[in-house]
């Protein structure tokens, strides 16, 4: 099976509708893969979107690839972008911005549900989930200016939105936004651990890369090898010492060392200047396998650790970087314009 990192899709009311992510990214939308899981329940929607002759056909077959439609591709793209965009400072991708991602899923939201009405029926976020926090402590102000005007279209359209939904605080905190001066987003891409004290030794060191799978969305630089790791021994104790280079924001994250696929040592780590650090005593029996074990037998995971997760190769992480970069400029969304103005302006 395909990994998800691959293949925006979106959890329609009894069903999935897949897309291809390099005809996202490229800014085709031509075809969509419908798959249902409840024929009753897809039937009203699927019918609106394909017609009573189609849907008959897709509903008797279980699936179905259907011309795509534009503001269903355009919602799978804006939700796999604020899961698995992969913002890197040594890749030149930047990171973009979630209060911009929020309130243009919640327009893209808004877009579908008056496409065919009762297909995000108990969708993960409503446009009011989406807008509140975009608002939240003037994010959006803060990450507007760049892109002022559409973000002032997309909130006038969301005013409308809400006054029809009778939600008239929110049609009316659409309606007054102000644009203010752009946030930025800075983060340092610097990794490495300090000198050994006097007396200690490295038992075991190794680099590695975070799998994106395993770690909440926007926090970390998405290059390889942006984690450096170290055992050391010391007269009071062996300790697991990690610096995972390159932080947006912070998180929960713990890595583990593990050993034929067994955890022996956790860290929890820590945002610093740029990076997260943490260091961790090792027990007796963790210490002991460190001594005689070789680096390379040794395994640094960041983040969820549990082999339940589809995890991501550094061959997928490599073509998604590689579709992200030849992204053409016409096809961007407004984050995506938010953050390349801001970089224009940095330098």
Request: aromatic share 4%; hydrophobic share 50%.
């Amino acid at each position: 099976m395909t990994h998800p990192v691959h293949t925006p899709v979106l959890a329609a009311d009894g069903g999935l509708i897949r897309f291809a992510l390099a005809d996202l990214l490229d800014g085709r939308t031509t075809t969509m893969h419908i798959e249902l899981t409840d024929a009753a329940a897809a039937e009203p929607w699927l019918t609106r979107l394909a017609g009573a002759e189609a849907s008959l056909i897709a509903l008797g077959q279980g699936q179905a690839d259907l011309a795509a439609r534009p503001e269903l591709g355009r919602l799978a793209l804006l939700l796999w972008l604020r899961r698995w965009w992969p913002a890197s400072a040594s890749l030149g991708i930047p990171s973009l911005d979630p209060a911009l991602l929020d309130l243009e899923t919640a327009v893209a939201t808004v877009d579908v549900e008056d496409l065919a009405e009762g297909l995000l029926d108990d969708f993960e976020a409503s446009p009011a989930e989406l807008f509140d926090p975009a608002i939240a402590g003037g994010a959006l102000l803060a990450a507007a200016a760049p892109v002022a005007g559409e973000v002032r279209g997309l909130c006038t359209r969301l005013a409308a939105w809400f006054d029809d939904q009778d939600d008239v605080v929110r049609a009316e905190a659409a309606a007054r936004l102000e644009m203010a001066a752009p946030g930025q987003r800075a983060y340092a891409l610097a990794a490495g651990t300090d000198p050994v004290a006097p007396g200690e030794g490295v038992l075991a060191s190794g680099r590695a890369s975070v799998d994106w799978a395993r770690v909440p969305p926007g926090i970390l630089d998405a290059a390889e090898d942006t984690v450096t790791w170290r055992i050391v021994a010391a007269a009071a104790a062996t300790r697991l010492e990690v610096v995972v280079a390159g932080a947006f924001a912070d998180a929960a994250i713990t890595a583990f060392a593990t050993h034929e696929g067994e955890p022996f040592a956790e860290v929890p780590l820590s945002l610093g200047a740029g990076r997260f650090t943490g260091t961790a005593d090792l027990d007796e029996t963790a210490a002991r396998l460190a001594a005689r074990v070789q680096s390379g037998q040794i395994t640094l995971v960041v983040g969820v650790a549990d082999e339940g997760v589809a995890g991501t190769t550094a061959e997928d992480r490599a073509e998604v970087v590689a579709l992200v970069r030849a992204r053409p400029p016409e096809a961007r969304t407004l984050a995506e314009r938010a953050a390349a103005a801001s970089a224009d302006e940095e330098f």
